[in-house]
């Protein structure tokens, strides 16, 4: 049987065929993707994992249309992103990425409401008032819009970056470290919110994250090692994740 490497598989919200990432020239060179070949499902949820320096982030703004590999291609929605105009690939983020950050990001000067409706209005773009009315009562939010950022809680403001990643029924969400800056009641409701977007919502959603608690909460957990895909989980809990990471770190000592 011969695959097609340089198809996405149906069904991938997100693809990567042979994704190479070279930094840097000759002796300060650094393979920060190694040949990745990945699909990225739809309607599901997904944890990269990996040792600091393994080349999760770089992946991700690979596929997020924010960097451009070295070689090798990415898809998102079946649409190979190294074809794409600068324009193109602008307009392909607002309208099919979201994404939500470590450092939720959002704008302080601005209402809870006008920050999540911001990507919206930027395209120019109304958002549909059912599914505003569904997401901010799912981030439960409904009593805090006309609140700025900084009268608001961290876990309060990621629910809001979450909320502003979802308005607009992105393709996929990508979430770099969303719960880094949480405590753990926070964060588990910013998981929370994410699982149920997967769940009930049917989002498709792909977060970078350290914390085995955090990935418990997806459905399949990816490792990354030196720019290598090397072990994948279904179903993941918090043991099967560490002693996942535990064959990850070479023995010390
Ligand atoms: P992770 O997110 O797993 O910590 P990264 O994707 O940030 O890993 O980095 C992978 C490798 O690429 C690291 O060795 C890092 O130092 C290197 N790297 C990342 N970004 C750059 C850059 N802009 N310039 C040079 N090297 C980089």
């Known amino acids: 049987m011969t695959t097609d490497l340089a198809a996405p598989t149906t069904g991938a919200a997100a693809s990567a065929r042979d994704l190479v990432k070279i930094y840097g020239k000759d002796e300060t060179e650094v393979r920060a993707l190694d040949g990745v070949t990945i699909d990225l ?20 703004h690979c596929l997020a249309a ?7 291609e990415a898809f998102v ?3 190979p992103l190294g074809g794409l105009k600068d324009k ?11 994404f939500v950050f470590q450092a939720f990001n959002l704008v302080p000067t601005l209402t809870a409401e006008e920050n999540i409706t911001l990507p919206l209005a930027l395209a120019g773009r109304k958002p549909d008032p059912a599914w505003f009315d569904q997401v ?53 409701e910013v998981l929370g919110f994410l699982r149920r977007s997967v769940d009930e919502f049917g989002q498709t959603i792909v977060m970078v994250t350290h914390d085995p608690v955090a990935a418990a909460y997806t459905d399949r957990v990816v490792f990354l090692a030196d720019g290598k895909t090397v072990d994948e989980l279904r179903d993941p809990d918090r043991d099967s994740i560490l002693d996942a990471m535990a064959r990850l770190t070479p023995a010390v000592g």
């Open 66 to 72: 924010l960097d451009t590999p070295t070689s090798g």
């Open 88 to 98: 193109q690939l602008t307009a392909l983020r607002r309208e099919q990425i979201g």
């Open 136 to 188: 901010v009562d799912a981030v439960g939010l409904r009593d805090r819009l006309k609140h700025k950022p900084s009268e608001m809680s961290g876990g309060q403001q990621q629910r809001a970056a979450c909320a502003r990643a979802l308005v607009s029924q992105p393709s996929i969400v990508f979430a770099d470290e969303p719960t880094g800056n949480l405590d753990s009641t926070s964060g588990a």
């Open 41 to 60: 499902y739809a309607r599901e949820f997904t944890a990269i994992m990996g040792p600091s320096g393994s080349g999760k982030s770089t992946l991700m």
């Open 77 to 79: 929605g079946g649409t």
